[in-house]
Nanobody, 121 residues
Framework: QVQLVESGGGLVQPGGSLRLSCAAS????????MGWYRQAPGKQRESVAT???????TYADSVKGRFTVSRDNAKNTVYLQMNSLKPEDTAVYHC???????????????WGQGAQVTVSS
């Protein structure tokens, strides 16, 4: 079993900052990439930021220059530092991991339960 547990969501005023964390635990063999998606009410889930094992990062255009994804490989933990938050950043943020469980020959995507981020004055 593999589990992803997010933390760090909450309510923040426009212009403020939040840091999300996501720790992967369980029967983990190899982690290839970790990242963050978000889903706002009435909208489809979208990719926010991803970070591969090679250090390559990808950001949604809407968050470039404001959000930073980082990872602690030893702890299988990924972070999302969110600065200059806007009301349109309000969403449930889900952690994602592309990994291969120990003993398995195939890799799969795993998801966290989600963390609510609300940006409002």
């Amino acid at each position: 079993q593999v589990q992803l547990v997010e933390s760090g969501g909450g309510l923040v005023q426009p212009g403020g900052s939040l840091r999300l964390s996501c720790a992967a635990s369980g029967n983990i063999g190899s982690v290839y990439a970790m990242g963050w998606y978000r889903q706002a009410p009435g909208k489809q889930r979208e990719s926010v930021a991803t970070l591969t094992n090679s250090g390559s990062t990808t950001y949604a255009d809407s968050v470039k220059g404001r959000f930073t994804v980082s990872r602690d490989n030893a702890k299988n933990t990924v972070y999302l530092q969110m600065n200059s938050l806007k009301p349109e950043d309000t969403a449930v943020y889900h952690c994602n991991a592309d990994l291969r469980p120990r003993g398995s020959i195939s890799r799969s995507n795993y998801w966290g339960q989600g963390a609510q981020v609300t940006v409002s004055s």
